[in-house]
């Protein structure tokens, strides 16, 4: 069993009072959440909520509006961001120079801080059913504020499919942003993980730039999805990039940097498309293999010089990433092997021989049996394979050339 977790973020439409009313409530539960870091702060920092519920709450209960189930939920919130923070601290060691200028790295933790944590946005947590619940048929939401439950309308929009689907809801955020209102809710569902069967449908995945991926499966198809389109679109944002650089103004420094965002966000929508339509493609009980390039530097042959150095894997570990992410809600599973040799193995007669290869015209072409194919056809062919070993055991495959020594 897996537990997949999300967020699923939907609109409010308040009315103007209704406006108010949240804006209180949230204005109110960051006025405790600020005092309760304080306490937290000036008491050792007890990570352990009901130490602070058991020294706070009786005070807070008989001084403040928000009900009992919402001064418990700033107590949760507080600590949850204590911890927070000291993750940050264990991950970013303090580092200074000794007296022989030698650098000494010391572990820090939240005595470190010196001044409480401060709660710098109107925000607060509901709880499920306490403070929010799906009303008249799941079309409202009742929420909880300073005075009494309240029902208002709220868009879902692209996030329908989790109300359906046995999808837990937790806690929510109630977010105010640019003038709209938000819930954030926290959803959580069990799922079965991938388990292997000779029946398993098998999808080697060769990455690249030409084709963004080449697809072979188990019934011996191949699917090329075309890269060409995102090549061209790299080679003209770098147009204007170049452009710009040559300015050297603050506002060409300015729009160099939306540049790149919406370079990003163009590539991240399409690895999000891509990995989207490879699952519902082969849908549940499907192994997708990749290869693992980690340490692996790229073939930028199929890039202009000016692309290559600026070539970046990036988007290549942003697909591994959503395509795993899609993978296990449906119990699939995606795969990593070894990257060495898949473009060089025949899969015919299991020659592995470089020349095969030819660059220029993308084809492979086998000396020893005659097989021929298309080149990335060949390595996701080659990929797949390896997947195959897997299911039949094999804990690492990876294709390994055998000199001939006699
Ligand atoms: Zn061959």
């Known amino acids: 069993m897996t537990i997949l977790g999300r967020t699923a973020k939907v609109r409010l439409y308040p009315s103007e009072i209704q406006a ?7 204005r109110e539960y960051q006025r405790l959440s600020n005092i309760v870091s ?11 909520y ?35 923070v000291l993750e940050q601290m264990r991950q970013h060691p303090f580092r200074y120079q000794d007296v022989d200028k030698k650098w000494v790295q010391t572990p820090i933790d939240l005595t470190w801080l ?9 925000q607060a947590d509901l709880v499920r059913q306490s403070n929010y619940s799906f009303v008249n048929g799941m079309t409202e939401i009742s929420l909880t504020t300073l005075g009494k439950r309240t029902k208002m309308s709220f868009n879902s929009k692209g996030f329908g499919q989790y109300f359906q689907s046995g999808w837990k809801f937790g806690t929510a955020k109630l977010v105010h942003s640019q003038g ?13 993980d991938f388990e292997p069967t000779s029946q398993s ?47 050297g103004t603050k506002s060409a420094k300015k729009k160099l940097q939306q540049l790149a965002q919406r370079e990003n966000r163009w590539m991240t929508d399409l690895n999000h498309r891509l990995a989207k339509t490879l699952v519902s493609i082969y849908g549940s009980w499907a192994l997708f293999v990749l290869e693992d390039l980690t340490n692996v530097t790229f073939n930028t042959d199929d890039l202009p010089k000016a692309l290559r150095s600026s070539h970046r894997s990036w988007a290549f570990f942003q697909l591994e ?49 005659q097989y021929r ?19 039949c055991g094999v804990k690492h495959p990876q294709i390994k050339k055998i000199t001939a020594t006699g």
């Open 20 to 26: 108010i009313q949240l804006s209180d409530e949230s």
């Open 38 to 48: 304080e306490w937290v702060f000036n008491h050792d920092f007890p990570m352990n």
């Open 50 to 84: 009901l130490k602070i519920n058991h020294a706070l709450y009786k005070k807070l209960r008989q001084e403040s509006p928000l009900n009992s189930q919402m001064i418990q939920s700033v107590f949760r919130t507080v600590v949850a961001r204590y911890k927070t």
């Open 114 to 122: 010196f001044k409480p944590i401060h709660f710098s946005k109107p």
């Open 180 to 192: 709209k209102w938000y819930l954030h809710i926290g959803i959580t569902k069990e799922v079965a």
């Open 201 to 247: 449908k098998i999808v080697g995945i060769d990455r690249g730039l030409r084709f963004l991926a080449t697809v072979h499966d188990h019934l011996g198809k191949t699917r090329f999805f075309d890269g060409k389109k995102a090549l061209r679109k790299r080679k003209k944002f770098l147009e204007t990039r170049r452009q710009l650089q040559s300015k």
């Open 321 to 369: 990433l959503f395509l795993t992410y899609k993978a296990v809600t449906v119990q699939s599973k995606v795969l990593k092997v070894s990257p060495a040799f898949t473009s060089q193995r025949c899969p015919q007669c299991g020659l592995i021989e470089k020349n095969n290869r030819h660059h220029e015209t993308h084809e492979y072409h086998c000396c020893r049996c």
């Open 373 to 391: 194919s298309n080149d990335d056809r060949l390595g996701a062919m080659n990929i797949k394979l390896l997947g195959e070993e897997w299911l």
